[in-house]
């Protein structure tokens, strides 16, 4: 299964964005998706995963409460709404399975 993230761009602080991961193919039940990101000069960090089956979600601190994830079994696509976004969210964002990894897709948050 390929991944591709889609969504990204620029923003001021405060906005919202929606980013999404088409998979090529049928993702199974028992899988796990996750959102990264890595900006500049840092670790990727996880953001955020949710479970393919039950839709139980967990999240970083960092992003808990602003971020959501979720996905859409039927169109095989993951999705993270970011709201009140911050200059310090500016990084590129990845989807994976744990399995394989999509091309990031950049997120700017300006102040």
């Known amino acids: 299964v390929q991944l591709q993230a889609s969504g990204g761009g620029l923003v001021q602080a405060g906005g919202s964005l929606r980013l999404s991961c088409a998979a090529s193919?049928?993702?199974?039940?028992?899988?796990?998706m996750g959102w990264f990101r890595q900006a500049p000069g840092k670790e990727r960090e996880f953001v955020a995963v949710?479970?393919?089956?039950?839709?139980?979600?967990y999240y970083a601190d960092s992003v808990k409460g602003r971020f959501t994830i979720s996905r859409d079994n039927a169109k095989n696509t993951v999705y993270l709404q970011m709201n009140s976004l911050k200059p310090e969210d500016t990084a590129v964002y990845s989807c994976?399975?744990?399995?394989?990894w999509g091309q990031g897709t950049q997120v700017t948050v300006s102040s």
């Open positions: 994976t399975n744990f399995a394989s």
């Open positions: 193919g049928r993702i199974s039940s028992g899988s796990v």
């Open positions: 949710i479970t393919w089956s039950a839709g139980s979600t």
